[in-house]
Structures are given as structure tokens and as C-alpha cells.
């Protein structure tokens, strides 16, 4: 059997369930084949066994893992674990405490706990525990988390890691984890700082399958793409890129091109306040505007190049949002998430924690009381759907935002910032009459939605190399440089006399603009 402890690989670790074997498998069968999909690490857990069943299984469980040097952990039962001669145990919050365990159980076996809370984590620490169990990361049928806080989401697992940082306890998420949610997941679940997690377990994705091999390999296949990243900190930053302003802005100007070349389709949920304005501005850019919530379309519609934005303004049909965000992840397709007035009440923050806890960002984008909130700080107030104040150092906020969500953060206001963890864009252009008319930051998400779509469908380089393909913090930039200059150029017309006769004429400068009026007019410090 494999070393206990930290030699043990527990990226892809299976928790049995044989309730759930389907029809024409047996337990064994099903097994044998999940390990040779990818299996690395067996947690046999019986709750309704009496003692001898429960014995027998461990035993043939064990056999047929040594065949494929997998260690085999017991749930709750120590005196399973010492007669089966398994390599540890798993205990529950409520089980016997893990000194004890230790002491009954062999040299070097494994201890494994379950944890839901900070508090939690801090006492596996403590009491040495081998790894933890973090979870229920999502809803599950395999276990009850209908109490208040047994569902941590993403968020919660994330906090739980950071207090593990250092500390040598391996971590693995649990609760509801699949292949469709596995990159998600991965995603979300990391610290600030690039703590990661060390596995996933998992129960009915394999063992419910006809397929469990397929289902296996699946998982262990995204686990082993993810895992093959860098996680540092470093992994955020653009100075490999040798971003420069000069080269922003250059790379901005070319994606404008590149946009109304490959003409984006730009799939929006929005708020119904501005739909109308939103679809404008995105025909104005050279994108093909679509705005469909309706769940069932989502699978189909994510199949489509280009960009999504969800824009929470009026809260409209949230199962499609929750869709349409979760079927843009698995299509590889940029997601813009707008999270207006997320501050003003309850219901809109808990929205905005279950979509984050379902799908990735790739794009935060809001003013300072929306991305104080998402970031829990305090410094500025929500006032319904606008900021009262500014932050002190806006820089170290989008930056602390971008690595806890592991995406780009847009900051807007009157100076717009940008960051993907390091480095930090701050763009300096823009008029007072955006902040006049009824969803200028909406039609902001518009434009970054735009961009991202377009630098998704892109091919190799562009610009003369200033460009590559996906780069989505010159994308954020590039949305928010198109609309600040056609607002300050549109300021700047004859037949402008105020927010009523400045949208129209906003629209006109974002269809006429180009790569020159870019290149001339944008203001762009970079700090890294």
C-alpha cells in the first residue's frame, strides 16, 4: 500500500454509495472500473451496514484497491479500519476525536475530517489531521446539508483553504461535485494567494454511472489540466506580457478591428431598463446583440462564439442566468457578470453568491459599492443601485477582488481600473454626461461583453503581436476605452445640450469609432 499521509494522491478521491449503483452493476465491478478511469484515493462509507457487512465490504474494497495501490479510508469506524487493515479512517465533526484515533490506529495511518467552517479548519490543524474534507461545496442527495451553513459554496470552501495555508493538511472538496462543476470548482475554490485544492471527492458522478471509467476519467482529466497551472500568485500577473501603456492602448485599438471583423455574438441577460440602449450600443460596436433568459435556450445558445453578459439589474429569470453562465464555462465562452446595486439589499447579495458559486467569471465589472461588497469591505456605501464615495486605494481593491474570484475586475467611476490580480490598468478618460443618463454602466458591461467575445474568437496575434488571443484584461480595458472616448467625443458635439440628446449622439461616436480615434485619444497608466 501507498505511504500514508502526505504521499497520498487525493486529486481524484472516490467516496462509495452502493444505493446508488445503477441497474446491471455491482459494487465491485463499478469500482474496479472508476479506478482504472482515475481513481487515486477510496473512502468506503456504509452508514446503514451492521458491523459484519460492513466488514466484509471494507475487506473486499481493499483487496481489489491493493491490486492498484490506492489506499482505502474508512468512514467513522475505527474498529472497521483496524480489522480490515485499511490504510485510515475519515471522522466526522461528531465522530470519536482524532488524538484518539490516533492512538488506536497503526503507525503513519491516514486521519482525515470533515470540516464547514473556519473554526473547523483551525482545529484539524491542531489535532493533526492528514487532510480535511471541505464541503458540502453544493447541494448533494448523498448526504443532509439542508441546515443553515451546510452548504458553504465556493466562497465558503475558499475561506476554509486560506485558514489551511502552510499548515501541510491537504484539503479535498466534497458535496455535489461533478464533472460539470469540477472546473468551477477548481476555480473558485483557490485562495487569493494560489492555495489549491489537493482533490475533489465525488460521489454519484461515478458511482451512479452506467459508465464509471468514462465518469472517472472525465473528472481526473479536467483535475489533471487544472493542477498543470501554476497557482502562485504569479499565475494573475501580466509582466510576462510586458504590458506597457503604449502597448494597451495598442492592443485595445486592434480588438476594435478584430470585433467588428468577427462580429461577436453578445448574449445578454439584462435588467429591462436597459435592453434597448444595450442592443444598440452592441450593433454600434460591430457585435450581434441577442438578449435571451429563458433556461432552455442557454445549452443551445452558449454553443454560439462570442460573449455573455448578466447584468442582475431587475433580477429577472435567475435559472437562466444560473444556466447560461454554467453552459458559457463548459463552451470556453467569456462571461461578463454585472452585479448591479448588489449592496442595497439582502436578496441581491445572496443572488450574487449563488451565481458565483455556480459558474466562473471572467469579468467582474461594477462601481465602488458593488465591488466593495463582492470584496466585503466597507468603505463605501450603497445608495440603490450607485456608490456613495470612493475607495482609498481602488488599485489594491481590484486587485484583492480579481484573486479571490480568480478573473478580471473592472472598477468603474470617474476613473476607470482594471486587474487581473497584479497588474492594475488605470484608463483616465471619460465624460460627466455618462453619469446623467440611465444605465451607462450597464452599457459598459455591453462593451466589455463585446471585447471579451471578440478576443475569444480571435486568431493568434494581433496588432503586430500586441494582441494574443483570450487576453481578457486588454479586453476589459478595450470595452471600457471604446465607451469613454465616444462619450467624451460625443460631449464634445454641436447638438449635445445635455443626458437627453447625449445617448443618441454616444451612439453614433461608438459606431464611428476607430482604430485612430484610440490610439490618439486614450489615457492609460499601468501599474504592475
Given at each position: 500500500m501507498p505511504k500514508a499521509g502526505k504521499d497520498i494522491d487525493y486529486s481524484l478521491y472516490l467516496v462509495t454509495g452502493r444505493d446508488l449503483l445503477p441497474a446491471g452493476k455491482t459494487y465491485l465491478q463499478s469500482l474496479e472500473e472508476a479506478i482504472q478511469g482515475g481513481v487515486t484515493t477510496v473512502q468506503v462509507r456504509e452508514k446503514d451496514a451492521d458491523t459484519g457487512e460492513f466488514l466484509e465490504i471494507a475487506q473486499q474494497t481493499i483487496a481489489l484497491c491493493a491490486k492498484h495501490n490506492i489506499p482505502v479510508l474508512i468512514n467513522d469506524r475505527v474498529d472497521i479500519a483496524l480489522a480490515a487493515k485499511a490504510a485510515g479512517v475519515h471522522l466526522g465533526q461528531t465522530d470519536m476525536p482524532i488524538a484518539v484515533a490516533r492512538a488506536l490506529l497503526p503507525p503513519h495511518s491516514i486521519i482525515g475530517i470533515s470540516?464547514?467552517?473556519?473554526?473547523?479548519?483551525?482545529?484539524?490543524?491542531q489535532s493533526s489531521a492528514d487532510y480535511v474534507g471541505l464541503g458540502a461545496v453544493y447541494d448533494t442527495s448523498t448526504k443532509d446539508v439542508s441546515a443553515p451553513g451546510k452548504v458553504r459554496g465556493v466562497q465558503g470552501i475558499?475561506?476554509?483553504?486560506?485558514?489551511?495555508?502552510?499548515?501541510?493538511?491537504?484539503?479535498v472538496a466534497i458535496g455535489g461535485v461533478k464533472s460539470t462543476n469540477l472546473l468551477r470548482t477548481l476555480h473558485g475554490c483557490s485562495s487569493p494567494t494560489g492555495h489549491a485544492l489537493d482533490g475533489v471527492a465525488v460521489v454519484s458522478d461515478i458511482v451512479a454511472s452506467l459508465e464509471p471509467r468514462a465518469a472517472a476519467e472525465r473528472l481526473s482529466s479536467t483535475f489533471g489540466a487544472w493542477h498543470a497551472v501554476p497557482r502562485a500568485p504569479s499565475s494573475f500577473s501580466s509582466a510576462s506580457a510586458g504590458y506597457t501603456s503604449a502597448r494597451v492602448v495598442e492592443a485595445a485599438a486592434a480588438l476594435l478591428s478584430t470585433l467588428r471583423?468577427?462580429?461577436?455574438?453578445?448574449?445578454?441577460?439584462?435588467?429591462?431598463?436597459?435592453?434597448?440602449?444595450?442592443?444598440n450600443v452592441t450593433l454600434a460596436l460591430g457585435g450581434s446583440p441577442i438578449m435571451a433568459e429563458t433556461p432552455v435556450e442557454q445549452a443551445?445558445?452558449?454553443?454560439?462564439?462570442?460573449?455573455?453578459?448578466?447584468?442582475?439589474?431587475?433580477?429577472?429569470?435567475l435559472a437562466g442566468m444560473l444556466e447560461a453562465g454554467h453552459h458559457a464555462n463548459l463552451n470556453g465562452k467569456p462571461v461578463v457578470f454585472d452585479p448591479v446595486g448588489v449592496g442595497a439589499t439582502a436578496h441581491r447579495r445572496q443572488v450574487s453568491r449563488q451565481l458565483l458559486n455556480t459558474w466562473q467569471a471572467t469579468v467582474i465589472k461594477g462601481n465602488a459599492a458593488e465591488i466593495g461588497t463582492l470584496a466585503a469591505l466597507d468603505e463605501v456605501k450603497a445608495q440603490g443601485v450607485d456608490s456613495v464615495g470612493g475607495f482609498?486605494?481602488?488599485?489594491?481593491?481590484?486587485?484583492?477582488?480579481?484573486?479571490?474570484?480568480?478573473?478580471i475586475v473592472l472598477l468603474s467611476g470617474p476613473v476607470d481600473y482594471v486587474s487581473d490580480g497584479t497588474t492594475v490598468l488605470k484608463l483616465g478618460n471619460g465624460h460627466e454626461l455618462l453619469g446623467q443618463i440611465t444605465g451607462a454602466g450597464c452599457i459598459l458591461g455591453t462593451a466589455v461583453a463585446a471585447f471579451c467575445g471578440a478576443s475569444s474568437m480571435a486568431s493568434g496575434d494581433l496588432g503586430a503581436g500586441t494582441l494574443v488571443k483570450g487576453d481578457m484584461l486588454i479586453a476589459a480595458a478595450a470595452g471600457t476605452l471604446a465607451l469613454t472616448i465616444a462619450a467624451e467625443l460625443a460631449a464634445g458635439r454641436s447638438e449635445v445640450r445635455g443626458p437627453g440628446t447625449f445617448l443618441p449622439v454616444l451612439i453614433d461616436e461608438l459606431a464611428a469609432l476607430t482604430e485612430e480615434k484610440i490610439l490618439s485619444r486614450a489615457k492609460i497608466e499601468v501599474e504592475a
Open positions: 470540516c464547514t467552517t473556519s473554526e473547523h479548519a483551525r482545529a484539524a490543524i475558499r475561506e476554509m483553504l486560506g485558514v489551511l495555508e502552510g499548515s501541510g493538511v491537504r484539503a471583423r468577427v462580429k461577436p455574438l453578445v448574449h445578454q441577460i439584462t435588467n429591462n431598463v436597459v435592453k434597448t440602449q444595450s442592443a443551445e445558445l452558449a454553443r454560439a462564439p462570442g460573449g455573455l453578459l448578466i447584468n442582475f439589474g431587475t433580477i429577472g429569470d482609498r486605494d481602488p488599485a489594491a481593491v481590484v486587485r484583492l477582488l480579481a484573486r479571490q474570484e480568480r478573473c
